[in-house]
């Protein structure tokens, strides 16, 4: 499954929504350095999905709007 995802950095709290465009609106509490935002994504889409975190794949990972494979 391919989702498109728009992820936030730096929120006050881990959430996801999804939009009536199908996107995914992802607010994660880490930075956006190193990588660590990238991480926090595949975390939350993994439990919001309920699968591994290896399954998941940021096409992208230096975009904003994030194209993401999940292995279901």
Do not use: C, Q, W
Request: aromatic share 6%.
């Amino acid at each position: 499954m391919i989702i498109n995802a728009k992820p936030t950095p730096s929120s006050l709290e881990d959430k996801i929504e999804k939009l009536d465009d199908g996107t995914y609106l992802i607010s994660v509490t880490e930075r956006a350095e190193s990588g660590k935002a990238n991480v926090a994504v595949i975390k939350i889409l993994s439990k919001f999905f309920e699968v591994s975190f290896k399954k998941i794949l940021i096409k992208n990972p230096k975009s904003r709007k994030k194209i993401v494979e999940i292995d279901i």
